[in-house]
């Protein structure tokens, strides 16, 4: 399983970005899917998963509210819509994969992307 990130930025405070994950192999649909982020200096942290079929998403308290977790199985694909973003919202974003029920931990997820930078300016 190979996994692609794009979509990052540079964005003015209070703008958005939609970052996406693309998922090489046929079976995307058996994976729970996740974005992390780490700053500059910073542990990675958890951001968003969502289920395998979407029906079950989890947010960190941070991004609660202006961030959303989407997939679309038919394009192999997750999305992260970020908006009203916030400086320290900056950091490399990387998406991830595990085959297990939906989890917040890093150490859960198998496969990961490379990571898309993203900045956000005051």
């Known amino acids: 399983v190979q996994l692609q990130a794009s979509g990052g930025g540079l964005v003015q405070a209070g703008g958005s970005l939609r970052l996406s994950c693309a998922v090489s192999?046929?079976?995307?649909?058996?994976?729970?899917m996740a974005w992390f982020r780490q700053a500059s200096g910073k542990e990675r942290e958890f951001v968003a998963a969502?289920?395998?079929?979407?029906?079950?998403?989890d947010h960190a308290d941070s991004v609660k509210g202006r961030f959303t977790i989407s997939r679309d199985n038919t394009k192999n694909a997750v999305y992260l819509h970020m908006n009203s973003l916030k400086p320290e919202d900056t950091a490399v974003y990387y998406c991830?994969?595990?085959?297990?029920?939906?989890?917040?931990?890093?150490?859960?997820?198998?496969?990961w992307g490379q990571g898309t930078l993203v900045t956000v300016s005051s």
């Open positions: 192999g046929r079976s995307f649909s058996t994976y729970v």
């Open positions: 991830a994969a595990q085959s297990r029920s939906p989890s917040i931990k890093e150490r859960v997820y198998e496969y």
């Open positions: 969502i289920s395998r079929g979407a029906g079950i998403t």
